[in-house]
């Protein structure tokens, strides 16, 4: 009996002593991660898929939306779910994140700040609103 306790308590330890490699939810995505520019040109709306790039900008009061960059090519990314953000500590670092590309509609005035947010030129806008890409993040990936 001892020795059985003892066995139960050994898997016990060990199965807790496993490193997370994730932030949120499991991931699921099997493929190789996407550049930011590759997700765009394909226009993979609400399909779970990986992508990798530079974090260039980071919400700095709660760290709820971020900006990934890969060369010329930026894109918003949001949270599904409150519960995971990007640190600020993570600015300037390459890095993994899987969700689904979404599009948002905004005004003048949104366009322009996440422009800003962006590094880019301010938009010039034709009309009052603007569709334009997010990524919705579910799962931050811890290792490369």
Known sequence: MKF?????????????????????????????????????????LNSTVQISGKIYNVCKTEGCWFVIKQDQTSLRCTFDSPAIFMDTLNLHTIMKVEGKLTEEIIDGETSVMYAEQ???????????????????????????
């Open 118 to 144: 962006a590094g880019e030129d301010k938009p010039i806008m034709e009309g009052s609103k603007k569709r334009v890409p997010v990524f919705v993040v579910s799962t931050i990936l811890l290792k490369q």
């Open 4 to 44: 059985i306790m003892l066995i139960i308590l050994a898997f016990g330890i060990y199965s807790c002593s496993e490193e997370k490699t994730y932030l949120g939810k499991e991931p699921v995505y099997m493929g190789e991660p996407l550049t930011v520019k590759e997700l765009l040109e394909k226009k993979l």
